[in-house]
DNA sequence: AACGCTTTTTGCCAAATGGTAAATGATTTC
DNA sequence: GAAATCATTTACCATTTGGCAAAAAGCGTT
């Protein structure tokens, strides 16, 4: 619990009656390897932070591909608010890909702390913007990189996970297929 | 200026007074074709507002090649917060590459705005949450696509934007060269 | 209309990546 | 520990894209 408490507290101050609130309003859960925290076509119904293990967002363009658009690992939050704020379906699974231990707010409890705590609203929309600017800084440049280029600066932004997960998912993440990146690691070494 | 106030209200309520004391604080701004918004290396110091014309930002990777990152057209912010809100320098250029009209708040204004607009914190990251999604869902799934593939997507996402604007910029923002660009869009006729 | 300048298109060949399938390696299950 | 299952590497060839340079097209100026 400290850990999400010390992270919301960087974006905004809270005092101890707020993060006792926030504490009860809590759940920690367990998610397995390959289980979804949440799927595409069904409405977000919670928001979560990962305090062990790596999830990842992923869906499926048009030619049937699964894609992998990011990692999320330790010490962040896991939601699309898109879909939890607006109660819309979500267009993406999240997926975890090692074991993981989370903490969660249902919706009911979620709004709860929106109508209780003065200023939450602000320090969940800093969260937001400072978790989507990470992931347009870190996808954003693959673009116009070559397939090497894009999976050194893989390792470099998620020097954690690579040893983690399997090769399948960092050549989704990367746009590259498998071989491509078997390959690639070959040439490295 | 009203279209700047009915995309604020998009995001909060505002008062009659609290409107004014907005339009108060803005000055509008022309930036001719090719001239600089704001400059990689140095701090970004106002928070603009496109009315009409297109902004492109742009940075160079490690090999000296100049990327655009994307493209901000008519009634968008355009600013680089992070470097506005921390007076650090920023990583990026942002160029008019039509000529623009633009509505802007000088560092000193918008600390005005948020000293004085109950609210205004939580609007302002709400916009700039907006935006930073729209970014990745822009940008992201070019990473898996083909060249072909991105140029149909940009053409979808940016239809105003693709006849006004040289081949070139398109290219490096689909993370392709001019000459493939050129025979995609060959091939596509 | 002719000139200079910039942008776009082409052509040529080399290099990178994809597609498919088989071989190898690793891990789990019984 | 053998069999089955899954993940990774390799091989082969086809396709796409890049690099470079020249040609063509477009545009503004005189």
Not at 54 to 63: E, F, H, L, P, Q
Not at 76 to 95: C, G, H, K, M, R
Not at 138 to 165: C, G, H, M, Q, W
Not at 181 to 188: A, E, G, H, Q
């Amino acid at each position: 619990m400290k850990e999400l408490i010390s992270y919301i507290l960087r974006f905004g101050n809270l005092n101890p009656q707020q993060i006792d609130f926030i504490a009860e309003k809590a759940k920690e859960i367990v998610i397995h390897k390959d289980e979804y925290f949440s799927e595409a076509g069904k409405t977000s119904r919670q928001v979560g932070f990962i305090l062990e293990g790596i999830t990842r967002v992923c869906y499926y363009n048009n030619k049937g591909e699964e894609i992998t658009k990011y990692f999320i690992e330790e010490n962040n939050l896991v939601v699309d608010f898109e879909s939890f704020d607006n109660e819309i379906p979500s267009t993406a699974y999240v997926q975890a890909i090692t074991d993981c231990r989370l903490i969660v707010f249902s919706k009911k409890n979620w709004q709860e702390l929106l109508n209780t705590i003065v200023g939450w609203d602000a320090i969940v929309h800093k969260i937001i913007a400072k978790a989507l600017m990470q992931k347009v800084e870190r996808r954003s440049p693959l673009v116009s990189e070559d397939a090497t280029t894009r999976y050194l600066k893989f390792i470099e932004i998620y020097p954690t996970v690579v040893n983690r997960i399997p090769l399948s998912y960092i050549a989704s993440y990367l746009g590259i297929t498998q071989s491509s990146l078997s390959r690639i690691r070959k040439n490295i070494r």
